[in-house]
């Protein structure tokens, strides 16, 4: 009996310190970093987090995820950028609500040694470490190339990008522009703003298509730009006549794509801006060499390839499948 209850006490130590060996290495490092997006809603953001959240749980860090409820709140991002300056968090993440009016709170965190990562949209300033996004002008390039495709090489379009100041918004403008003067007889008629706000694109669309009743096509800049556009074309009866090419795939885009309201969607990856800016924000704090300009990729999606594995992929890179 003796020789059996040693035998189960050495057990019990060993399990005891495999367990203590595993509590430790899923210990917390202590580190905090803020990550900002420019909001907290629509799908993108969504998926952004998830990423963040990833990549905290994976390097044992804590993230926390705080931004401003609108993409137009820029006073409420810099406040939220000075608090947690002011609380010490070890790296900040940030996707700028507006490339100017960030810079001076960025600086601020810089010259406190508090690094600074920008994702998705930055600033103008160099005080970033890394910028970390889809190349949003190639993007819109290709947004561009496939609408007049669309609508057979020649007749008028529509941009609807979302905030003005915003970097993303006027590097997806500028791209679209771009493409589009390579065509003699395509005509940009129009370009507004939907302030990254659902009724606000359904508004300027039916603005824009009143005004321009021989439209042939429209760019949607953003996810709320794809879905007001989406629902002033519905409610006119043009679904599918005029053609809509949109950035971003929300699940409510993918079924505007399977219901041919939307013809193509210009894709990104959220879930690894988000999962890359916290890592490289690690890497930074433990002071790895970084690259500059980290380009998450971007892909042209049709229902002729939804169902593509390559495809499925980049829409869910979380593992998801549609």
Not at 63 to 71: F, H, L, R, T
Not at 204 to 225: C, H, K, S, Y
Not at 273 to 290: E, P
Not at 295 to 316: H, W
Request: hydrophobic fraction near 45%; aromatic fraction near 6%; charged fraction near 20%.
């Amino acid at each position: 009996m003796r020789k059996s209850g040693i035998i189960l006490t050495i057990i019990f130590l060993i399990i005891l310190l495999i367990t203590n060996i595993n509590c430790a290495k899923r210990k917390s490092t202590g580190l905090r970093i803020l990550v900002s997006p420019k909001a907290v809603v629509h799908s993108f953001w969504v998926s952004v987090k998830a990423g963040a959240d990833s990549a905290g749980k994976e390097l044992n860090v804590d993230v926390i995820w705080k931004g401003p409820k609108s993409e137009t709140n820029i006073d409420n991002q810099i406040s939220i950028i000075e608090d947690y300056i002011n609380q010490r968090v070890d790296a900040i993440v940030i996707a700028a609500t507006d490339s100017k009016a960030l810079i001076p709170v960025i600086k601020r965190a810089v010259s406190e040694n508090i690094p600074v990562i920008t994702i998705d949209s930055g600033v103008d300033s160099d005080d970033p470490v890394s910028f970390i996004a889809t190349d949003n002008i190639l993007g819109a390039n290709m947004a561009g190339r496939t609408l007049v495709n669309l609508i057979g090489g020649s007749g008028k379009v529509a941009c609807i990008p979302f905030v003005p100041g915003s970097a993303t918004s006027i590097w997806r403008e500028t791209g679209f522009k771009e493409e589009i003067n390579k065509y003699p007889n395509v005509e940009l008629a129009a370009v507004q703003y939907s302030q990254s706000d659902v009724a606000t694109a359904m508004a300027v669309t039916e603005d824009i298509l009143t005004a321009f009743p021989d439209l042939a096509g429209i760019f949607a800049a953003n996810e709320a730009g794809a879905i007001g556009a989406s629902q002033a074309l519905l409610a006119r009866g043009l679904a599918g006549k005029v053609k809509l090419v949109a950035f971003d795939a929300a699940s409510n885009e993918i079924e505007a794509l399977k219901k041919n309201i939307i013809q193509a969607l210009i894709v990104q990856n959220p879930f690894k801006m988000g999962y890359l800016g916290v890592k490289t924000a690690v890497d930074v704090i433990n002071g790895k060499k970084t690259p500059k300009r980290i380009d998450t990729g971007v892909s042209v999606v049709t229902m002729e390839n939804l169902y593509y594995e390559e495809i499925q992929k980049f829409l869910f890179p979380a593992g998801k499948t549609d």
